[in-house]
C-alpha cells in the first residue's frame, strides 16, 4: 500500500468516526454516569467492533453477507431492534443519569463495554459504509503489512477519537456542566438511537 492510498484511507476513517450519531451518544453517556475511564473503555470497546467490520470486509464475507439478502436483512433487524431498545430505555429514564450517581450507582465497566462493542457491531450502516468505501482500500493492500494497516488504521483512529471525546467530557470544568444536563442528553440520545433504527428499518423495506 503506498502512502497515498493510506493517507486516503485514513482521512476516509478519520471523517467516519467524526460524524455524529449514536456512537458518539453512547460514549457521552457513559462519560456521564462513570467518569473517564467509563468513557475510554467504551470508546476502545467500539473501536474493537470497528476493527471487526475491518478484518470482516478484508476476508470478503462483507461481500458475501450483501449478496446474501437474507443474510444481511436479518443483521440489520437485529441492529434495528437493539437500537431502538438501547433508545426506549434511554428515553424512559426519570432521573437520567445524575439520579443515578446522586444514588451511587454509576454504569459499570462491563456494560460500558458490552454497550460500546454492540453500538458499533449492531450498525449495518458501518457494515454500508465498510462495503461502499473501503473495499477500494482492500484490493490496494497486496501484503500482510497493508493489509494490517487495512484493519488497524480504522481501529485506532476511533479508538484514538472517541478517547479525546471521554477526556474532554471529563474535565473538572466541563463535566459538571454537562451533568446538570445529563436528563436531556439521555432524551437526545434515545430519539437518536429510535430514528437511527426506523431508518434501517426503512431502507430495508
Known amino acids: 500500500m503506498t502512502l497515498s492510498t493510506w493517507l486516503g484511507l485514513l482521512a476516509i476513517c478519520c471523517l467516519g468516526a467524526m460524524s455524529p450519531g449514536p456512537s458518539l451518544a453512547m460514549v ?5 454516569s462513570g467518569g473517564r475511564l467509563h468513557g475510554v473503555v467504551c470508546a476502545w470497546a467500539h473501536s ?15 461481500a458475501i453477507l450483501k449478496a446474501s439478502p437474507l443474510i ?20 424512559g429514564s426519570k432521573g437520567g443519569m445524575q439520579q443515578k450517581l446522586a444514588a451511587g450507582q454509576p454504569t459499570s465497566l462491563w456494560v460500558a463495554a458490552r454497550d460500546g462493542l454492540a453500538i458499533s457491531l449492531f450498525n449495518p450502516k458501518i457494515l454500508l459504509f465498510f462495503l461502499a468505501l473501503f473495499s477500494q482500500f482492500v484490493l490496494a493492500a497486496q501484503t500482510i503489512t497493508g493489509q494490517a494497516l487495512i484493519v488497524f488504521t480504522p481501529l485506532i483512529i476511533d479508538g484514538v477519537w472517541y478517547t479525546i471525546i471521554a477526556f474532554v467530557l471529563s474535565h473538572s470544568a466541563v463535566l459538571p456542566k454537562l451533568r446538570e444536563k445529563t436528563k436531556l442528553i439521555d432524551r437526545l440520545s434515545g430519539v437518536v438511537l429510535i430514528l437511527l433504527s426506523i431508518r434501517v428499518v426503512y431502507t430495508l423495506f
Open 28 to 32: 457521552v453517556r457513559h462519560t456521564l
Open 48 to 62: 474493537i467492533g470497528i476493527g471487526i467490520y475491518a478484518l470482516v470486509t478484508l476476508l470478503g464475507l462483507a
Open 72 to 91: 444481511f436483512n436479518t443483521i440489520a433487524l437485529t441492529g434495528a431492534i437493539y437500537l431502538a431498545w438501547m433508545g426506549i430505555q434511554a428515553l
